[in-house]
């Protein structure tokens, strides 16, 4: 496959967005070193728009970043795809309406993960992102499909754009990559204070039917129509 | 109504101050994403400035803030106004003394506020400022005036400028925007500094004569005259 | 008394130095708003610089410092001395080797002073820099001398440069106000990191005669000559 | 001796590298006031180059470094070294390898070595970078070859680039000086992950065959080839 020249326009213009992305990662202290990644998808196409591998956050640039298709094959670009690659285009494959997604090792997030714990749904905020609990994910070992299934599978399963995989850490989707993003900012701060929360105490989750009031309107109503 | 050239002059600096102290929730790590808003009341008139729905913060200027009446509909501005402004709203109707309105989930104080724990006035900054515990506020669902009123009914029972809005986060008030984003600014310091104590015991708090004369110190000595 | 030129060539360096390493305070987050202070003894004058009462961070400056004698009489500037003055000032009249004092609320160090704790010796840094446990002073109101009586019994009492005034928060003092400072940063470093140790358990203070090693070795060895 | 001119073009792009380096320490908040200091040995040479001792990050230049042999005495430079270099020297001559050394008093990893606890290998992060649980090193006073021989000792004992020295801080090591740096971050964001994970549960350290593979892995797959 050559990328023809709107192609070529279109991934331009992701290779900096997804590159611009990376920087809320850092501003939000998601990410030490250079261990979290961002990726699109190329509207219409078997491609993505990935990190590569290994490199600081101060060298990102829109030309650094590198095209896969969606079996993680590497198609433009001269450096290796980051090692998450395979689990960000399973997740595509499998996904239709995913359009971005974020894979971050951040602190309070990867504590849940490392208990096999979910954040209950104590507060507004998490019912109106999440939409009720924040799944747990299966224990997976890089390498093949496993990590990626995984997601796949604890994100059919609710209403939630996070996954904590056990002993991992987050991964997060959205129609577009800046979604995901969204909501990889948005699990760190909930699981961070839900766990303040029940360092002192144990706060009572919500009652189901207010979780789906509050999801509902703040998925239709919040923002800018 | 149509706003006249005097009043534009009041309402472009408010806009302008509003705008400014959205850097102060970022600066003091009080919110994530576009998570928290700040407004301010139009001194003799019935109208608000208040933030934008989901705008970042590196987005907001004078510009796009916008102008509601103290029923929330909007008056001057291009965006719809922010999800809470009903209940900034109610507040400025409620409370004639009130100039400035904060909203944040900064992490401790949204974490006392998830127990539904009032924070005990153990440290003389408590009883400076709050002149006592800060109380925490019912539980109640986004929509109507049920958050506006559980804000109002819970600071008319207290000397506190800060309620904790059960499973869901702080409210702030003060003659002027500035004295509200000061107030946010400091529950979230002493809901740290007190959750940091209680983790490893249980101090007692301070003798109510004491939070007496302390508080009456500082509303009367402390600053410039 | 009117200030002469030479003294007030001294006072204007003083006033530099005083507000700049204000800057100290903000840059490693020991204050929240206005809430910390530093001073300067003038040497060999019954005078002292300190920050101005209620005055931003970021408005402070070589002007808007203040002069007082050391009775808290303001004698140089334009603006209310601190709140804490009396407590600076009995400091300087009792402790006549120390040039600088600093007070700050930061978090750990204000959460031991909440419980009333001396933060334990169970670090070789602690035995560096405060030669044994950091010390807790008496619980004392704003007004008189009482809490510059408590801050300079409780040092006469212990080779720390830091005391923790109990449910308000740290003062520090040095031979120079940059000394003062690098107290204030270390004793909230120290008490964070101490505060995590004892979260998951016990750790053991460090035997007498190893921190009188340390500590004479540290006093006496490091930095540059 | 004295420097030829070659070895002098070598030193002095290592002095700039190592002065830069000690950025990624106050970035990552690895370091309070000066307590932190990164190596780099000179390539071929018996000979390193250091931070002076007692210096402030912001006076760091590539003029201020210091060059010492591997039993720490001074060969090149203006101010004394690091008061560390007594250990970053003896891991030198003994771990003929290693190519840089820092050491932090970072808050978490301290944390650890306070109480004299490894950290546990329950996170995949653990298993990638470090091979299995983070060791505790002696107690051992500054002054002698107390420290540098717990380090090497530690360190020969296992797979970890990183040693927690008790009561003391962490210690890491790598082939370059960089390398070092990226385990310096490391071993905090991992002490301070796992620390949260314990801090509401006790999660299970991953199976040992899972260590060996992800280990494996990632020192072959991880990065640009």
């Known amino acids: 496959m050559s990328l023809t020249d709107e192609l070529l326009g279109t991934v331009a213009e992701l290779r900096r967005t997804v590159a611009d992305l990376h920087g809320e990662l850092t501003r939000n202290e998601l990410v030490a070193w250079t261990a979290g990644n961002v990726s699109a998808r190329v509207p219409g196409r078997e491609l993505m728009v990935i990190k590569p591998s290994g490199v600081s956050y101060d060298e990102l640039s829109a030309d650094t970043m590198v095209v896969t298709d969606l079996h993680g094959r590497l198609r433009d670009g001269d450096l290796a795809p980051s090692s998450d690659t395979a689990a960000h285009a399973y997740v595509y494959r499998h996904l239709p309406d995913v359009g971005g997604v974020v894979?971050?090792?951040?602190?309070?997030?990867?504590?849940?993960?490392?208990?096999?714990?979910?954040?209950?749904?104590?507060?507004?905020?998490?019912?109106?992102?999440?939409?009720?609990?924040i799944p747990v994910g299966p224990f997976a070992l890089i390498g093949d499909d496993s990590i990626g299934r995984g997601i796949v599978e604890t994100l059919r399963a609710s209403r939630s754009p996070a996954v904590l995989m056990r002993n991992h850490g987050p991964f997060t989707v959205g129609r577009t990559a800046r979604d995901a993003v969204k909501a990889a900012v948005l699990v760190e701060d909930v699981a961070r204070t839900v766990h303040k929360a029940f360092e002192l105490g144990a706060p009572a989750p919500l009652p189901a039917e207010d979780i789906d009031r509050l999801y509902a309107r703040y998925q239709n109503v919040y923002g800018q129509r």
């Open 103 to 133: 894979h971050t090792h951040s602190t309070y997030a990867t504590a849940w993960a490392a208990r096999g714990e979910p954040i209950p749904c104590v507060l507004t905020m998490i019912a109106d992102e999440f939409g009720g609990a």
